[in-house]
């Protein structure tokens, strides 16, 4: 699992989107409650704009935040998640 998440890193860093997606995509299918994971899937669709995938990424982990009772994570989360709304909405 290491060395997936670590592939993912370099992929996403060199700016290899795609590639990290995928990398990203087939860690949650091994470990889906990874809210990392879900947080970088969200940034990475954004950037791709990709926006309702986005915001499905989101909704988990703003989803986990509030079993785990974090409140500032919740807020993080549905910042974001405003965000991508308001931007919808303008573009």
Aim: proline content about 2%; cysteine-free.
């Amino acid at each position: 699992m290491t060395d997936l998440l670590s592939q993912a890193d370099t992929h996403e860093r060199d700016g290899m989107v795609f590639k990290a997606v995928s990398l990203w995509k087939h860690v949650l299918k091994l470990e889906p409650k990874r809210t990392e994971v879900h947080e970088r899937l969200a940034s990475l669709y954004e950037r791709m704009d990709l926006r309702p995938e986005a915001r499905e990424h989101l909704q988990s982990v703003t989803k986990h935040y509030v079993v785990l009772r974090n409140v500032d994570g919740v807020v993080r989360a549905l910042e974001r998640l405003q965000e991508l709304d308001a931007r919808n909405r303008a573009g």
